[in-house]
């Protein structure tokens, strides 16, 4: 299974490409966006898997 890096990569990657397919972004703004929407995806994945381990870790022991 590919890691959580891999996954987010591949995601930002299909996310711009139908961007880009849908005629919302142009290829040449390519770079731009993908940041944009790679540091968006990145941050919220992390983010949510942060939580679930302080979610977690906040659990009583069952």
């Known amino acids: 299974m590919a890691s959580l890096q ?13 961007f880009i397919e849908t005629g919302r972004v142009s290829p040449s703004s390519f770079d731009e966006i993908f940041r944009s929407v790679h540091t968006t995806v990145k941050e919220t994945v992390f983010q949510s898997a942060e939580q679930s381990n302080l979610k977690n870790n906040l659990s009583p022991a069952t």
């Open 6 to 18: 891999e996954q987010v990569l591949k995601t930002s990657k299909e996310i711009v490409v139908k």
